[in-house]
């Protein structure tokens, strides 16, 4: 687990964050968004690769975080 491997690296710290979207006939909907229903698109960007603007981000320290998230955004 991505937790487990940061929680042994000494002298490093790490940011974990997670995203939840849904890609269904072609609309991307952000799960944990404030608006569940907005619209978002894809973009590509040169130097940063296809990214969704306006997607909402979510720190996570521990596997039961990402678990709850993933429980709001069902």
């Known amino acids: 687990h991505i937790f487990e491997a940061s929680s042994v690296a000494a002298g490093t710290k790490y940011l974990i964050r997670a995203s939840y979207l849904e890609i269904y006939n072609e609309s991307i ?33 521990s596997v039961v975080e990402c678990e709850r998230l993933m429980d709001r955004g069902n």
Do not use: F, I, M
């Not at 952000?30 to 569940?36: A, N, Q, S, T």
């Not at 698109?41 to 040169?46: G, N, Q, R, V």
């Open 29 to 61: 909907r952000d799960l944990l968004g404030k608006d569940v229903k907005a619209t978002l698109y894809l973009k590509e960007y040169a130097d940063k690769g296809v990214q969704v603007p306006n997607l909402s981000w979510h720190q996570c320290t």
